[in-house]
T-cell receptor, first 120, second 115 residues
Framework: NAGVTQTPKFQVLKTGQSMTLQCAQD?????MYWYRQDPGMGLRLIYY???????DKGEVPNGYNVSRLNKREFSLRLESAAPSQTSVYFC???????????????????FGPGTRLTVL | AQKITQTQPGMFVQEKEAVTLDCTYD???????LFWYKQPSSGEMIFLIY??????QNATEGRYSLNFQKARKSANLVISASQLGDSAMYFC????????????FGKGTRLHILP
């Protein structure tokens, strides 16, 4: 049981290049999320998917697209990378979705190890 | 207005002492969940403890407990008998399930445990 996995761990891009960050979970969770973490800013939600086939914008969606490929996988794409997108990106998943407060571990989001992205 | 406020950007505590990390939250919902996460220098986000708004007792997980004061909208994390390995960034977070599916994070408190 690997939990939440992310690839790659590190990436350096030039301005204008594109790339896709991959995320997969093996916990049969319904909801998946993409965050970015910048110094002094905490974690900010980029996009989330409450169930397979649905995606919604978070706090900072501009410059990103997402795909919920199936229940396990949720990818984040940067079409034209900018230096402002230099950050650490985290994927997370949780069992329950919108409208439910099941309690304890079912509400909790579990995080992947992160991808450190630098855009030059 | 911030949904989650952590007023202590950094704290220094002597090893073996108890630590309280402050967190206040803002919501008009009756149903919500509160979380604490630890982020060590290695970077991963580690879930520590959860408190549901309807839970009558404070949550505990080993050396971690959550001092939940609903009327004051406060959800402080208490670490008993601190250890050097507790040095890390700590984030408080909240989920309002009937509003959307997001978890909102505070900006964190960096805890340093001194030997």
């Amino acid at each position: 049981n690997a939990g939440v996995t992310q690839t790659p761990k590190f990436q350096v891009l030039k301005t204008g290049q594109s790339m896709t960050l991959q995320c997969a979970q093996d916990m049969n969770h319904n909801s998946m999320y993409w965050y970015r973490q910048d110094p002094g800013m905490g974690l900010r939600l980029i996009y989330y998917s409450a169930s397979e086939g649905t995606t919604d914008k978070g706090e900072v969606p501009n410059g990103y697209n997402v795909s919920r490929l199936n229940k396990r996988e949720f990818s984040l794409r940067l079409e034209s990378a900018a230096p402002s997108q230099t950050s650490v990106y985290f994927c997370a998943s949780s069992e329950v979705g919108e409208g439910l407060l099941a309690g304890g571990s079912r509400d909790t989001q579990y995080f992947g190890p992160g991808t450190r992205l630098t855009v030059l | 207005a911030q949904k989650i406020t952590q007023t202590q950007p950094g704290m220094f505590v002597q090893e073996k002492e108890a630590v309280t990390l402050d967190c206040t939250y803002d919501t008009s919902d009756q149903s919500y969940g509160l979380f604490w996460y630890k982020q060590p220098s290695s970077g991963e986000m580690i879930f520590l403890i959860y408190q549901g708004s309807y839970d009558e007792q404070n949550a505990t997980e080993g050396r971690y407990s959550l001092n939940f004061q609903k009327a004051r909208k406060s959800a402080n994390l208490v670490i008993s008998a601190s250890q050097l390995g507790d040095s890390a960034m700590y984030f408080c977070a909240m989920r309002e399930p009937y509003r959307d599916d997001k978890i909102i994070f505070g900006k964190g408190t960096r805890l340093h445990i001194l030997p």
